[in-house]
Structure formats: structure tokens, C-alpha cells
């Protein structure tokens, strides 16, 4: 035995043939349950991290991002165009004659789809007679009512090309 084991041992009131020092074999072994336990530790925290971010997913996380819809020349003053856009929306381009604007075509009181007509000289909602001005503003119906404007996109022309503007939930 070693002279710090004596040292230690009489200092605890032990003698070196009470408490022997473990052998290897036993040490190598917990050695390896502490590992074990340590890394069963680290998977469990990173599987309660994934299901914590699954059910409480970060809110707010977007981008905004400029879609190219037509050249100049293929809507020229008083022409209207429906596009659908990524995710499914549908937006409807109407040149005015003094700028482009883009408007959703789902009406905000029940999520009918809103068309352009001529003679009402606005988009009209077939569900309720919702009646939205060219730049969107609801004139009559249930959206007036509720104050609930069409939503408008951001439109902007680069060049000869016209561009409108979406925002991406991530």
C-alpha cells in the first residue's frame, strides 16, 4: 500500500485492510453507468425540447417577400387579373389607370370569393351582396358593417415589371 492510503485511512479511523481500495473492474463499471446515465440524461432533455417547441410552436415568425406577377404591358389601365399566390391565396391586380393594387379576393366577413364587376364598379361578395370599392374599402353589406376592408398586398413596379409584395409565416 501506499503511504498516503495510511495517511488517509488512519486519519478516518480505517485501517487499509477495512476499506480497500475498489479494483479497476469496479470502477471501469460505474464509470460507464454514469456515462450511460448522463447520456440517457441529454437525449431525454433534447426529446422534451422537441415536443415542448411542437406544441408551443415561436409565434411571429415571417418573411416578406416581392413575387413577380406580370410585365407592365399585359395589364394595361382598367384590367383586373387574379394570380395565385404560394400557400394557396389568391390575390386579384387591378390597374386603376393611376397605380396597381392587389387585393385578396376572399371577402373578411365569411371567406367568399369576391369578383370584380363591371357594373357595380367594384368587387362584389356573392354571399351577403358585399359590395368593396376598387382600392378594397367595403361600401355595403356585412363587411361595411363590421368596418372589414379587403386586404391589400404591397405592389411595386421594378423596370417594366410588376411585383407584389407577400408576407411568409415560417
Not at 384590367?79 to 392587389?102: D, E, F, K, M
Not at 368593396?132 to 379587403?150: Q, T, V, Y
Request: charged share 20%.
Amino acid at each position: 500500500m501506499s503511504p498516503n492510503w495510511t495517511a488517509t485511512s488512519s486519519l478516518l479511523g480505517a485501517s487499509p485492510d477495512e476499506h480497500p481500495p475498489p479494483p479497476r473492474r469496479v470502477f471501469l463499471s460505474r464509470l460507464v453507468s454514469l456515462t450511460t446515465l448522463a447520456a440517457l440524461g441529454a437525449s431525454a432533455l433534447a426529446g422534451a425540447r422537441l415536443v415542448l417547441r411542437y406544441l408551443y410552436p415561436r409565434q411571429g415568425l415571417s418573411r416578406r417577400r416581392r413575387i413577380f406577377l406580370a410585365p407592365r404591358s399585359e395589364l394595361p389601365p382598367g384590367a383586373t387579373r387574379s394570380y395565385t399566390l404560394p400557400g394557396g391565396q389568391s390575390a386579384i391586380v387591378r390597374n386603376t389607370g393611376t397605380a396597381w393594387v392587389a387585393l385578396s379576393d376572399v371577402c373578411p366577413h365569411l371567406g367568399c370569393k369576391v369578383r370584380w364587376d363591371e357594373a357595380a364598379g367594384g368587387f362584389l361578395c356573392p354571399c351577403h351582396a358585399g359590395l368593396f370599392s376598387k382600392e378594397g374599402k367595403a361600401l355595403r353589406g356585412p363587411p361595411a358593417d363590421e368596418g372589414k376592408d379587403l386586404r391589400r398586398y404591397p405592389v411595386e413596379t421594378i423596370g417594366d415589371n410588376i411585383f407584389i409584395e407577400i408576407e411568409e409565416h415560417l
